[in-house]
T-cell receptor
Framework: AQTVTQSQPEMSVQEAETVTLSCTYD???????LFWYKQPPSRQMILVIR??????QNATENRFSVNFQKAAKSFSLKISDSQLGDAAMYFC??????????FGTGTSLTVIP | DTGVSQDPRHKITKRGQNVTFRCDPI?????LYWYRQTLGQGPEFLTY????????KSRLLSDRFSAERPKGSFSTLEIQRTEQGDSAMYLC?????????????FGQGTRLTVV
């Protein structure tokens, strides 16, 4: 089984500033994938960014980037130049073969104008 | 393609009644997942299908829960004799099986309230 821990229930960031959301995970699998999903209020969950565990290079997707520390089993999300539309619940998830996705408890991000 | 759709969006039912939810995945996706999400928690895995075969079920899925995907397309999740503890958001997601790093695309969920 895999577990995903998000230790920050709530975070806030000033518009245009940078914020980092933390995530740690535990898995016995050698091949796995890590994801950050965004869930805006009353809207469906969408993928923000993903990372293949076998890749050493950190994934980047426009203003979103990750800091993947495989040995420490850490997978943090950095949001640069925060925008009002970034306000949402953010879930970290881990999947080995895509059979199922294990999610953390989420971090609620508030963006302050 | 309009993405993953779920019906109904909201359901209020009395304790003891049966309810059924439907999920229509993205058409070319052969994997379909059901998750349950309660307030303040992340989605919890319930079950998943590859085509019409139900390959894995969580221990969370009690005998009162059953899911089907009869033709490998849409899926239904039925809860019999509902209890107040079943109140939650039920999420459906779909993906492509042969790409390990593929993302799961989620629907907007069905919010169940058991009174």
């Amino acid at each position: 089984a895999q577990t995903v821990t998000q230790s920050q229930p709530e975070m806030s960031v000033q518009e245009a500033e940078t914020v980092t959301l933390s995530c740690t995970y535990d898995t016995s699998e050698s091949d796995y994938y890590l994801f950050w999903y965004k869930q805006p209020p009353s809207r469906q969950m969408i993928l923000v960014i993903r990372q293949e565990a076998y890749k050493q290079q950190n994934a980047t997707e426009n203003r979103f980037s990750v800091n993947f520390q495989k040995a420490a089993k850490s997978f943090s999300l950095k949001i640069s130049d925060s925008q009002l539309g970034d306000a949402a619940m953010y879930f970290c998830a881990c999947s080995n073969t895509g059979n199922q996705f294990y999610f953390g408890t989420g971090t609620s991000l508030t963006v302050i104008p | 393609d309009t993405g993953v759709s779920q019906d109904p969006r909201h359901k209020i039912t009395k304790r003891g009644q049966n309810v059924t939810f439907r999920c229509d995945p993205i058409s070319e996706h052969n994997r379909l997942y059901w998750y349950r999400q309660t307030l303040g928690q992340g989605p919890e895995f319930l079950t998943y299908f590859q085509n019409e075969a139900q390959l894995e079920k969580s221990r969370l899925l009690s005998d009162r829960f059953s899911a089907e995907r009869p033709k490998g397309s849409f899926s239904t999740l039925e809860i019999q004799r509902t209890e107040q503890g079943d109140s939650a958001m039920y999420l459906c997601a779909s993906s492509l099986a042969w790409a390990f790093n593929t993302e799961a695309f989620f629907g907007q969920g069905t919010r169940l309230t058991v009174v």
